[in-house]
């Protein structure tokens, strides 16, 4: 039990790598088996991640679970990782959607399964592995191992642009984070003397702040790597292909999770690393923020694809997150992080029943839809509270990350313009009720068209195994947020703290000077 204690949070985090080989080594005939390892995988590795949850203490200094083995010591290489409350929710979010991601995907794979189930449970292992990393060279290996089964996803089980979908998400974000690792390197280079230099988080922030004119390059490469990810517009392009040529099950994890790494990499990465350029650029973050939130809710309103819609509302959704990152107070902040776990619920919940809706019509286009509630109720009204929730209505999710995020930003005394971006960011709560009730209202209501007259079949036993999960989520963190508040308030008040902080504590010199003649 010991070993388990001090290792739990490397058995979550390989855990689902460990189904991954498992079913590599079975017949590649058994498609049952194979996702039967893949579901038991990801049971495993939500049951283990409930301890993390149990065992972590809200108010506790530094990270929690951590452990480190020396890599590469003579490099600065480590095996560092641990978690604070950040990490944490997404931890959370990332396991609770796995066997989710699964079952939701049961009967619509049937080709290549064991290659489809390795890759859900390799971009599982590499999620999680991105969020508990400490030493940045650790981080940047999970980092990129995320694009490898994304990309087969979408290339492989993919809608008929597949490959030009694939191409075009693995150019955007492999190029992206090229810049990145060259700012990685460069702070290992002036990270102390030869033998002496490290790659590790918590070591270069305990080195100080480096010189304002060379954190603005710093910050910029890294920047550049998160808000592709985000996507902050305009960035964005590759996301709404992505998005509608990926399988449901993709879209789900693309949505839930993926997204989150980017605006997970400013908070944690590089703001704090470079805090005097992230306070100089944070009026230009909370501008692509708003533009984000206005430009991507009139992009819903012109979408006929289902799918297209829901991807650019998450351009919308995540602009608020970067809104409240760049407002530089605690309440913004929090309710940024809190909208990052509720995004990933209320949109990996919509994807997932749009492909219910795929699976059963065949059809994306919004105008083959309606009267879906007569034959399908259950799924209407399943599809109803997701609405509610991505709308942001009191009493569900949305509501309280929204809501946080505009008063904190409101009353922001570090960000220029607070006032008019907050205001017109607010106009994105308006917007996103139009697009979603229009939405919904074409779909499940009017005269039964083509989709409709079919016979669509309702929510079927194993499907709501999928859908009741993310419902009741919605629900409780919409009257509980406080449990989710609680555990991020410490790292929230020291990001802020550590960013909007006028004096930062000098820096050693970067390089020892040259010795002296003897």
């Not at 203490?57 to 480590?78: I, V």
């Not at 996507?231 to 964005?236: A, E, G, N, R």
């Not at 019509?361 to 879906?372: C, F, N, P, Q, V």
């Not at 949305?398 to 930003?409: H, N, Q, R």
């Amino acid at each position: 039990m010991d070993f388990v204690q001090s290792h739990l949070l490397s058995l979550v985090i390989f855990a689902p790598m460990v189904g991954a080989v498992i079913i590599a080594f079975l017949p590649r005939g058994e498609g049952g088996q194979h996702k039967g390892v893949a579901l038991i995988a990801s049971l495993l590795t939500f049951a283990l991640s409930v301890p993390l949850a149990v065992g972590f203490r809200p108010g506790a200094r530094g990270f929690s679970f951590e452990q480190r083995t020396d890599w590469a010591p003579n490099l600065g290489f480590s095996y560092h990782v641990g978690i604070d409350g950040v990490a944490l929710l997404l931890l959370l979010l990332t396991t609770f959607l796995g066997p989710i991601v699964i079952l939701s995907s049961w009967k619509y794979i049937q080709e290549r399964v064991n290659l489809y189930c390795i890759s859900l449970l390799v971009l599982e292992t590499a999620v999680i592995g991105t969020l508990a990393a400490l030493d940045l060279v650790l981080f940047y290996v999970f980092w990129e191992a995320m694009l490898i089964p994304m990309y087969l996803l979408i290339g492989m089980w993919g809608s008929e642009r597949r490959i030009y979908a694939a191409v075009k998400f693995f150019l955007f974000t492999f190029l992206g984070s090229v810049l990145m690792l060259l700012a990685i390197f460069w702070l290992w280079n002036n990270s102390g003397p030869a033998g002496h230099r490290t790659f590790d988080y918590l070591e270069l922030l305990a080195q100080g702040a480096l010189p304002a004119d060379r954190q603005k390059w710093l910050f910029l490469a890294f920047a550049l790597a998160f808000a592709i990810k985000v996507p902050v517009w305009p960035l964005h392009t590759w996301l709404p292909d992505a998005h509608t040529e990926a399988p449901a099950a993709g879209s789900i994890i693309l949505a839930g999770v993926m997204l989150k790494m980017g605006t997970f990499g400013f908070i944690r990465y590089a703001m704090p690393l470079f805090p005097h350029a992230a306070l100089e650029y944070a009026p230009a973050m909370g501008t692509l923020g708003v533009i984000g939130i206005v430009y991507g809710s009139f992009m819903c309103m012109a979408q006929s694809d289902l799918k297209r819609l829901i991807a650019y509302s998450s351009v919308a959704h995540l602009g608020f997150v970067m809104l409240g990152l760049s407002a530089l107070t605690a309440e913004a902040a929090s309710g940024a992080v809190l909208q990052m776990v509720n995004h990933g619920i209320s949109t990996g919940a919509l994807f997932l029943m749009v492909g219910y809706l795929y699976e059963r019509t065949h059809t994306r286009d919004i105008a083959a839809y309606g009267g879906l509630a007569r034959v399908a109720p259950a799924l209407a009204a399943s599809f109803l509270v997701v609405t509610l929730s991505s709308i942001g209505l009191p009493g569900t999710n949305g509501f309280v990350g929204e809501f946080l995020i505009l008063a904190g930003t409101f009353t922001s005394k570090e960000l220029r313009g607070a006032v008019p971006l907050s205001i017109i960011g607010a106009t994105g709560v308006v917007l996103g009720a139009v697009y979603m009730l229009w939405l919904y209202q074409r779909v499940f209501f009017g005269p039964e068209r083509k989709a409709a007259s079919h016979g669509v079949a309702d929510l079927s036993v194993r499907e709501w195994f999928t859908v009741a999960p993310l419902l009741l989520a919605i629900v409780w963190i919409g009257f509980q947020p406080q449990p989710l508040l609680d555990a991020v308030k410490r790292p929230v008040d020291e990001f802020v703290q550590r960013v909007s902080r006028p004096i930062l504590p000098p820096r050693p010199p970067l390089l020892p000077p040259p010795a002296g003649p003897q």
